[in-house]
């Protein structure tokens, strides 16, 4: 049981998240009748318009996804640590995993911030804090997409590996394509639902920005593969040494070879371990 427990909390976080965007969705939808909150809305809302109107939700739902969240990256870091699942040897690699939990807490943290901040009573406020959380994120799943690289080549023999940089790959090309394009469309929007057109882009652009947040569940999930091998087994993953160290630890250990057996060559006790 313990073991599994390290897996749910990005799933518990993946299900907070879809169950508030959801939420605040079917409230707009049927609660609200679809209706415009202010009057430079276009005809289909944005997430933020919709979680100023109902605060009540849209606060408390992004308090515990960036909480969970944020015990999520905190506990990948440590069962890297302690080798329950892959970690880089390289201490340049490493950097990566670091960077994306560095950036990963700040965007748990902006997020609280946004949704604290209505969009109707603290507008700069609120686009300020969206905005470093769009960014932290891209940032944090950048990074995490590199470390997941960088530890299928390290770790040729688990397929696993792959699989999930795969993944994460596809999930942020995909996130960081749309989110560029709720960018380019919210530009040409400027805010001007008077026109047919101005209404037709604005409208355009928050429905992508629903797609980009539902997206976000997908993205939670890529990283409860990162715990997989917690749940199959409890010990650690042996490190990986490069050819370097492992060819000094032998030279050395080569000219007491014969006369101690209790001082073999590196690759010799590998050998036996695996015999």
Same mark, same amino acid.
């Given at each position: 049981?313990?073991?599994?427990?390290?897996?749910?909390?990005?799933?518990?976080?993946?299900?907070?998240?879809?169950?508030?965007?959801?939420?605040?969705?079917? @409230?707009? %939808?049927?609660?609200?009748?679809?209706?415009?909150?202010? +009057?430079?809305?276009? /005809?289909? =809302?944005?997430?933020? *318009? #919709?979680?100023?109107?109902?605060?009540?939700?849209?606060?408390?739902?992004?308090?515990?996804?960036?909480?969970?969240?944020?015990?999520?990256?905190?506990?990948?870091?440590?069962?890297?640590?302690?080798?329950?699942?892959?970690?880089?040897?390289?201490?340049?690699?490493?950097?990566?995993g670091y960077s994306g939990a560095f950036y990963a807490i700040l965007s748990g943290?902006?997020?609280?911030?946004?949704?604290?901040?209505?969009?109707?009573?603290?507008?700069?406020?609120?686009?300020?804090?969206?905005?470093?959380?769009?960014?932290?994120?891209?940032?944090?799943?950048?990074?995490?997409?590199?470390?997941?690289?960088?530890?299928?080549?390290?770790?040729?023999?688990?397929?696993? @590996?792959? %699989?999930?940089?795969?993944?994460?790959?596809?999930?942020? +090309?995909?996130?960081? /394509?749309? =989110?560029?394009?709720? *960018? #380019?469309?919210?530009?040409?929007?400027?805010?001007?639902?008077?026109?047919?057109?101005?209404?037709?882009?604005?409208?355009?652009?928050?429905?992508?920005?629903?797609?980009?947040?539902?997206?976000?569940?997908?993205?939670?999930?890529?990283?409860?593969?990162?715990?997989?091998?917690?749940?199959?087994?409890?010990?650690?993953?042996?490190?990986?040494?490069?050819?370097?160290?492992?060819?000094?630890?032998?030279?050395?250990?080569?000219?007491?070879?014969?006369?101690?057996?209790?001082?073999?060559?590196?690759?010799?006790?590998?050998?036996?371990?695996?015999?």
């Amino acid at each position: 049981m313990v073991r599994t427990a390290y897996i749910w909390l990005p799933v518990i976080t993946a299900l907070l998240w879809f169950i508030t965007l959801t939420t605040l969705f079917l @409230l707009w %939808r049927l609660l609200d009748r679809g209706q415009r909150y202010q +009057a430079d809305e276009p /005809s289909i =809302a944005f997430v933020s *318009g #919709v979680g100023a109107a109902h605060l009540l939700v849209f606060t408390p739902g992004c308090t515990l996804v960036s909480l969970f969240y944020i015990m999520t990256i905190v506990v990948d870091r440590c069962l890297r640590y302690h080798q329950r699942i892959p970690q880089l040897s390289g201490k340049w690699q490493r950097c990566w995993g670091y960077s994306g939990a560095f950036y990963a807490i700040l965007s748990g943290l902006s997020l609280i911030a946004l949704s604290s901040f209505s969009l109707f009573e603290y507008p700069d406020i609120h686009w300020r804090f969206t905005f470093m959380f769009s960014l932290s994120l891209i940032i944090s799943a950048s990074c995490q997409f590199m470390e997941a690289f960088c530890l299928q080549k390290e770790y040729p023999d688990k397929p696993g @590996l792959r %699989r999930n940089a795969v993944l994460k790959f596809a999930v942020i +090309a995909t996130g960081t /394509s749309l =989110a560029i394009i709720v *960018g #380019v469309l919210y530009k040409a929007y400027g805010g001007d639902v008077t026109s047919r057109r101005g209404n037709s882009i604005g409208s355009a652009c928050a429905a992508v920005e629903w797609a980009v947040c539902f997206l976000l569940t997908f993205y939670f999930l890529t990283l409860a593969l990162d715990f997989w091998p917690t749940v199959k087994t409890s010990s650690r993953i042996p490190c990986h040494m490069d050819s370097e160290s492992t060819a000094e630890i032998e030279n050395s250990a080569a000219p007491n070879s014969t006369t101690d057996p209790q001082k073999r060559p590196i690759s010799s006790v590998y050998a036996t371990m695996a015999d």
